[in-house]
């Protein structure tokens, strides 16, 4: 029961209120008269405030007289110097400045007290805060009592705390006197104020034994400065935060402060009233009243009766309505606008997740999720965090919901450490960066990404990063990264690179770039039981790269041997290996020949249609699993111990001889000492080919000498009963950016051949100094410009013509990327196909630099539009027209910008050509290279394809055109049926290889993720051989360097390269009318080592009509019995010939350019017609060895 309550129930007081105003009580040593003492708490506060305020001004007065008066004197002993002996010196024995320097000390020390500088310090200033919301919440409490009453200090227990609270905060006050510049201001301060009403009346109450509510309400004032002790404790930390912690502060602060002045009145009453006008009103009432005054709504069922309550209303309506209405709406927006997605990720036990920034929109997202969350990938216990700095617009968001389970937002910069502490970057798996590929300033792009890596390795340097790029050149500045490191996961992927490296492949075979695209992206079976082009072509959409450890099964098996028997057993397409040995790092080979043995623990590269099919080549067992005919009932078996961990795979494995000495490793001498020690270990001896200990020594030892010891080896070699196809090729050992010259330089797998030792007695640089490009003396640009008579009379034919489109502010895109591919060292000089560029100048110019040391290339200024320049390079007879544009069209409509591109193509198409000038030039002694004439009768039976009627329409031209926008692709082919709304992949312009988009390539940074050597793969087969070496000349130097050929250049020629076999007629012809495509892949694989993993059809093969359409797409991987017909064009990849630059009258395999009239084919692979007895009983032992090898 309160004190009021109390009151009003005594019997035994019957005195009038007019006399008796407060309560009485005989235990209580108070006024029995009842009178208010109220005027002693008021008198208290008024005589310090205005005591305190007139000693100061007296103060200030005194010294401003005795500054005027004593002006000289004080002047004089401020800059008083004694001098004495000559030697100036201060007065130091001044009691003066002895004073101040003390006065001066304690007011520092004062300072730093209140400043929360220190520990100290910033404890003080949140305890006196703390303390001063207990005393707050202490009138809380006290409100519910009458305004004054009477109390014995030693039993009350709420003013003993209360005054134990007033007196820290006499002694703060104190502390904030002394370090006071100005005593003046700080005795007007708002806090000053505060403790002048509150401190004071606390001492009278113990003095008088009585309480007087009074303005302790004050003390809610003091919440004002709740945002400044919150940003000492470093709990607010942006403005937006500490702006609405200060409006609520400063909002509350005043209405609960005006809500004590009237309880204080409306309780007491008017003075000059005898106080008879007073109500009994609640401190949580009076709350209400001013919060429905505030707000104008004022329903009337509180209001003021005492007249300093209304005149107080009065008043205070108008500064609380003009509070209200301004705070209250700034308070919502800035409540509304705080970030939804501004939470910190929570990491889950036993689940990875990935960081993905960068360029995040509806269209980046939704192709990264659809790739990386495909069905046919293993279960992706992988959570995707994205982290962005804009928040998602409403189709965004329901994305993100759409994926919850797997996918979170979160609102922030990468470039901000707070950020990336939020999102957990220090235990992510990786952190992918997506670049926006429709950006209009490309390098400003890249910057911005490469600015992310930078922010991204400062805060976790060991934090694996894959990250898009658009220009090559670009990449060259990850490099200065310390902490960026290739060999660690790190991948920058570059598009333009990519881009333009698919579209030079396709210019060697036309589909490539689809092919490849299909096969990193994770597409959908889709089932058509029509007997359409869009069966075959969707059911080798289907087929995507895997990677998969091989079985033990598999130990000393040659690759073709395994190959085939993964095709033709296991339903798998192997097409590569990597390859690794402790003395060694590790490096790719694709398509290696019969001398590479596999090892325990190999990766290879599968072609497939999911992971599970892959398992297959891991659980073969040949005792249990070689009677079974179905493929999916090779399962796990527990006869073997087989390779599961990643470990196995770097066992050391023992040489059959040492590499210098040729003797075995236990004798040898010169091993170092901790290596032979280490040899007690049982391991197996895996040769690394098929020579013998005798042979690798003799070798070896050869290739320390002259290039005479190679010849003299080679000719020992060819004696014994080994193939010479064996001694000529390496197997690509020198393909993948992985592998070291240092460590491969006695590799007796890089014996060079005869044409190589040949190139290195010639002081003449041919090649790059990497050895994995032609190269050239740079050429000014004016010597390779043609005008249009020039190219007329040039008679160009079988060449690659280049439309491109761009001027002087375009961007440039890296013609380098194009050409690379093009003038692999794998190629022979007379199979480089003639680069002719159609385009702007200015444009061109700017792209030589990097262009002039690369022969056989031309260039005709001119537009892609003027059929006249089209006609001068003969673009009838090209085997490629590439269409690019570096122009960055900003333009609203999605439509627009391929408009270029676009319209060059239907120009093209619309042409028309004289049939006899075909004929004339495609005869003309004046560009065919000598023994390449298709009427020898030692090149026709072979070839596969003889020359058929030129070209007469442009629509029969083999064209590529690159495109910006996926939607535009429904405007290249007219006589389609493609929906506007159909995904690129599903078009038929890009199933036959005639459109080409960056979007494709999205698909490759979640592949790169799940498997970095897929990008080492298609690197490998795109950009015709480029390195991590090479990236960092070409980042020294912006050119390739020309060098000599030595042995070690010379062997990175020996590499596989894509080519397309014709089965027309030639040594395939027989299984070109109605054969298997199994028979044609083991016949390829056994006779001439080539791998075939596709075909290139006619869109009506199928109909058996005579008047066919021209157009050709893609089939991925066909299975075993898919019957082949005559005009099939075989994807393949060929074994380097070293013979084939020597003898230009050798029989060639064909590489044709793949379009309808099949006019003509570069030699990309021949063999020598003395060696074909050799050949046949060479290709009969290795039959007779891989049938024992199925038993």
């Known amino acids: 029961m309160s004190k009021r309550d109390r009151f009003n129930s005594d019997p035994s007081i019957h005195i009038s209120k007019m006399n008796v105003i407060i309560p009485y009580s005989p235990d209580v040593p108070c006024d029995s008269n009842g009178q208010r003492m109220w005027w002693a708490f008021l008198a208290s506060s008024m005589v310090t405030f205005f005591g305190g305020l007139f000693i100061i001004l007296l103060w200030r007065t005194l010294k401003y007289l005795w500054t005027v008066c004593c002006h000289c004197n004080a002047k004089k002993k401020v800059h008083r110097i004694i001098t004495v002996d000559g030697v100036k010196r201060t007065d130091k024995d001044d009691p003066a400045a002895s004073e101040v320097g003390w006065m001066t000390s304690v007011k520092d020390w004062a300072g730093v007290m209140i400043s929360a500088q220190t520990l100290t310090g910033r404890v003080l200033v949140v305890l006196v805060f703390a303390l001063s919301i207990g005393a707050l919440v202490i009138y809380f409490i006290d409100s519910s009592d009458p305004i004054e009453s009477c109390q014995n200090f030693y039993q009350d227990f709420t003013l003993q705390i209360d005054m134990a609270f007033n007196v820290f905060f006499l002694l703060y006050f104190g502390l904030r006197f002394i370090a006071a510049n100005d005593k003046l201001w700080f005795w007007l301060e708002v806090n000053s104020v505060v403790d002048f009403f509150t401190v004071p009346p606390v001492f009278v109450s113990v003095y008088l034994n009585r309480s007087w509510l009074g303005l302790r309400f004050l003390r809610a004032l003091r919440l004002i400065q709740f945002s400044e002790i919150l940003q000492f404790l470093n709990i607010l930390k942006t403005s937006n935060s500490i702006k609405l912690v200060n409006l609520c502060s400063i909002f509350i602060s005043t209405w609960l402060t005006a809500a004590g002045f009237i309880h204080l009145v409306e309780n007491s009453g008017d003075p000059w009233e005898n106080f008879q006008n007073s109500q009994t009103l609640s401190y949580w009432e009076c709350v209400y009243l001013l919060m429905v005054t505030m707000s104008t709504v004022g329903y009337g069922d509180v209001y003021a009766k005492t007249t300093l309550g209304r005149l107080f209303m009065v008043f205070f309506i108008l500064g609380g309505l003009a509070m209200f209405a301004s705070y209250v709406p700034e308070i919502i927006e800035l409540i509304g606008n705080r970030k939804k997605y501004g939470g910190s990720y929570s990491a889950v036990n036993g689940r990875k997740h990935i960081v993905v920034c960068g360029h995040i929109t509806l269209e980046s997202v939704s192709n990264f999720l659809k790739d990386f969350l495909h069905k046919d990938r293993d ?148 089932k058509i039981e029509e007997d359409t082009w869009q069966k075959y072509y969707l059911e080798g959409v289907a087929n995507e790269m895997y990677t998969e450890y091989l079985s033990s099964a598999f130990v000393g098996m040659s690759f073709p041997v395994i ?375 030692e090149n026709s039976p072979v070839h596969g394809l003889v020359r058929q009627t030129s070209v007469t329409t442009g629509a029969n031209i083999p064209i590529i055109t690159e495109l910006v926008n996926d939607s535009n692709v429904q405007f290249l082919d007219q006589d389609d049926d493609d929906d506007p709304d159909t995904e690129l992949y599903l078009t038929q312009p890009f199933a036959c290889g005639t459109a080409f988009a960056v979007s494709v390539l999205d698909s490759l940074m979640s592949a790169t993720y799940f498997n970095d050597n897929i990008l080492t793969l298609i690197r490998t087969l795109v950009t015709g051989g480029a390195t991590p070496e090479l990236e960092g000349l070409l980042a020294e130097e912006n050119a390739l360097r020309g ?126 017609t003395t060696n074909r007895t050799n050949r046949a009983r060479s290709r009969d032992s290795r039959d007779k060895q891989k049938k024992e090898v199925y038993r």
């Open 563 to 937: 190959c085939e028997l993964c095709y033709v057993k296991l339903k798998l397409l192997l097409i590569a290996i990597e390859y690794k040995s402790d003395q060694r790092e590790c490096s790719t080979l694709i398509n290696p020949g019969n001398h590479v043995k596999m090892q325990e623990g190999t990766l290879g590269f599968f072609i497939a249609s999911d992971a599970k099919e892959v398992k297959r080549a891991l659980f073969y067992c040949k005792a249990c699993h070689d009677d079974i005919s179905d493929p999916k009932r090779i399962k796990k078996c527990g006869c073997k111990k087989l390779i599961y961990s990643r470990k196995l795979a770097y066992k050391k494995i023992r040489l059959a001889c040492c590499f210098d000495c040729g003797r075995s490793e236990r004798d040898c001498s010169c091993m170092p000492v901790n290596v032979r020690c280490n040899m007690d270990s049982p391991q197996r001896d895996i040769p690394l080919s098929a020579v013998s200990v005798n042979d690798c020594s003799a070798t070896l030892r050869a290739s320390k000498n002259s290039y005479n010891g190679y010849i003299k080896s080679i000719e020992e070699d060819q004696q014994s009963a080994l193939s010479p196809k064996k001694k000529q090729r390496n197997g690509g050992m020198k393909n993948s950016p992985n592998s070291s010259p240092k460590i491969m330089r006695h590799d007796p797998l890089l014996i060079p051949g005869n044409e190589q030792i040949e190139n290195m007695d010639e002081n003449i640089k041919k090649y790059d100094s990497t050895g994995m490009f032609h190269w050239c003396p740079s050429k000014d640009i004016e010597k390779v410009i043609l005008t249009r008579s020039e190219a007329a009379m040039t008679v160009l034919s079988g060449h690659v013509v280049v439309c491109i489109f761009g001027d002087v502010k375009s961007a440039l895109i890296g013609l380098r990327n194009f050409v690379m591919p093009l003038r692999a060292s794998n190629f022979h000089y007379h199979e480089l196909k003639h680069i002719v560029f159609v385009g702007s100048l200015e444009y061109l110019k700017r792209e030589w630099e990097t262009l002039h040391n690369f022969p056989k290339v031309s260039i005709l200024p001119g537009t892609p539009l003027s059929r006249a320049d089209l006609r001068a390079v003969n673009i009838n007879l090209c085997d490629m027209c590439v269409i690019l544009s570096a122009n960055q069209n900003n333009i609203d409509d999605a439509s627009l910008q391929d408009k270029e591109c676009i319209l060059a193509s239907l120009n093209i198409k619309s042409m028309l050509f004289d049939d006899s000038i075909g004929v004339l030039q495609a005869n003309s002694q004046g560009f065919t290279p000598p023994g390449m004439d298709r009427s020898s009768p």
């Open 379 to 526: 279960d992706v216990n992988v959570e995707i965090v994205f982290l962005h700095n804009i928040s998602p617009n409403l189709e965004l968001e329901a994305l993100f919901k759409r994926h919850f389970t797997q996918v979170e937002f979160y609102q922030g910069s990468v470039l901000n450490p707070h950020d990336l502490a939020r999102v957990k970057i220090e235990s992510a798996d990786a952190c992918l960066i997506l670049a926006n590929k429709y950006c209009a300033d490309p390098d400003a792009e890249d910057a911005s990404n490469i600015m992310r890596v930078i922010s991204i390795k400062n805060y976790h340097p060991k934090i694996r990063i894959i990250t898009q790029m658009l220009q090559y050149h670009n990449k060259a500045h990850l490099l200065n990264i310390p902490s960026w490191n290739w060999k660690e996961g790190d991948d920058a992927i570059c598009l333009a690179e990519l881009k333009l490296g698919f579209i030079a492949q396709s210019c060697l075979a036309q589909g490539l770039s689809t092919m490849l695209a299909n096969l990193f992206s994770m597409r959908s079976f889709i």
């Open 1043 to 1168: 060098g000599y050929s030595t042995p070690q250049t010379l062997a990175n020629r020996d590499r596989c390269r894509v080519a397309q076999l014709a089965l027309y007629d030639g040594p395939f012809a027989d299984l070109g009318d109605g054969g298997c495509y199994g028979d044609l892949f083991c016949k390829a694989l056994k006779t001439y080592n080539m791998l075939c993993f596709g075909i290139y059809r006619l869109r009506d093969a199928h109909l058996n009509s005579q008047s066919q359409c021209t157009k050709r797409y893609v089939i991925t991987n066909p299975p075993y019995a898919f019957e082949l017909v005559p005009s099939d064009l075989i994807f393949c990849l060929m074994q380097f010939d070293h013979n084939a630059g020597q003898s230009r009258t050798s029989l060639s395999h064909s590489s044709h350019s793949s379009h309808s009239s099949s006019k003509k084919s570069s030699s990309v692979h021949s063999i020598p």
